[in-house]
């Protein structure tokens, strides 16, 4: 169906002319059997929202339409959108850069196009590459996988901030949390321990998409400088649906995050970036198997002793071609999802830094306590190595959580 410009609007959760975002009416319209991004519902309105507005998009290669086109192919080559910048991310706008790169600046070889870099950019530094380019607005369209510690949100984050500081508008076009979004899970961040990987008290597994954390952020964290927002809405996406269930095309969003299987355990087994153990870069399972040099079966088998739902823990051995361990053979542990529903993957991540503490004398934190950034406070590296169970540690987060809960349920839009 086409929506008019007002039903658009009344869809984007948003009111005023580029104001302040709020709530819309959540749930999927009837009929439809797969997810309808946001970009596929302003493209239904003939881009009814960007109209008169130089406009620069930041994207990556999850910026696709239902047919796998590009979205900055399609706006480039539609007259009714004055398309004149694009902006990349970490991992760059063509997706080439490994974990804490990017591609640099350029030009796009399909549209010709000015590409910028915004990776390690925030601020005032930001604001002045949205000046140089010349827009009015910043369309941001990245497929997100749920995990506080995946930065494409606080580049979200840092846009709409450097876009406020700049007098530049943002449009959010929405995409599904691919490990659904019935709940938060997790650890929310202390202030004090604040990076790239978690600028904002966020619980650790947010359980909310793009569109629902832009109104988030505006509303709580900058609530004293809000910038102009719009949020596109999906139609069709329930919180309870994992990727596969939408319908649309999976594009790896991040070189070392090939499947949606990957993202459900990313939430988890992320942790061990924080430890001197493989969290599986290099090989073609990364997040789904964990090891090192020296670790053998005892590990599956106390991970699986500790009965977590969901989950089964197999003994692994892989050999990293990059990465820790590259070249050399690791004996680990793999995930096997077999209940989506009932699995969750960061309790399944602090059971297995439990357990591989517990059973291989080599295991070590990161010297950098990479690991207190990651869950946003040093409370669970002090309880691992004080030797408290999973149980023990969630329980030291459940009052964070719970006030994190109350706070999100006000920006959901599904």
Known sequence: MTLSRR???????????????GAAAPGAE????????????????????????????????????????????????????????????EHGFRGTAQAGGSEGAGRDPATGLPVYDTYDKSGQRLADVFTAAGIDTVVFDVQDVGARFYTYIWTLYDCMRAAALAG?????????????????A??????????????????????MT????????NGEFLAGSPVGLRVVRMSGWRRESFFGATGLPWVPPSPNMPTPDTALAYAGTCLFEGTNLSEGRGTTTPFEVLGAEGLDRRWAEAANGLG???????????????????????????????????????????????????????????????????????????????????????????????????????????
């Open 7 to 21: 039903g658009l609007l009344g869809l984007a959760g948003a009111a005023g002319a580029l104001g302040a975002a």
């Open 30 to 89: 009837a009929g439809e059997d797969r997810v309808r991004t946001g970009f596929e519902r302003l493209a239904e309105d003939g881009y009814d929202v960007l109209a008169g507005q130089r406009i620069g998009v930041i994207t990556n290669p999850t910026g696709i339409t239902a047919d796998a086109r590009h979205l900055v192919d399609v706006l480039h080559a539609d007259r009714r959108v004055d398309l004149v910048a694009v902006f990349g991310p």
């Open 168 to 184: 530049k508008a943002v449009v959010v076009l929405d995409r599904p949390n691919p490990v659904g979004g019935r709940r938060a």
């Open 186 to 207: 997790g650890p929310v961040l202390q202030r004090p321990y604040a990076s790239f990987v978690g600028r904002e008290p966020i619980a650790l597994a947010h359980g």
């Open 210 to 217: 793009a569109g629902e954390l832009a109104l988030l952020f």
């Open 308 to 414: 977590l739902g969901g989950v089964w823990f197999r003994e692994a051995y892989f050999t990293p071609t990059f990465s820790k361990y590259a070249g050399k053979v690791c004996g680990g542990v793999r995930l096997i999802v077999h209940d989506r529903e009932a699995f969750d993957p960061v309790r399944a991540g602090i059971g297995l830094l439990v357990t591989a503490r517990r059973t291989w004398s080599g295991f070590a934190w990161r010297a950098d306590r990479w690991i207190d950034r990651l869950t946003g406070s040093d409370r669970v590296r002090l309880m691992v190595d004080a030797g408290a169970g999973v149980e023990e540690i969630a329980g030291d987060w459940a009052a964070g959580l719970a006030r994190f809960e109350a706070v999100r349920g006000r920006y959901l839009l599904y």
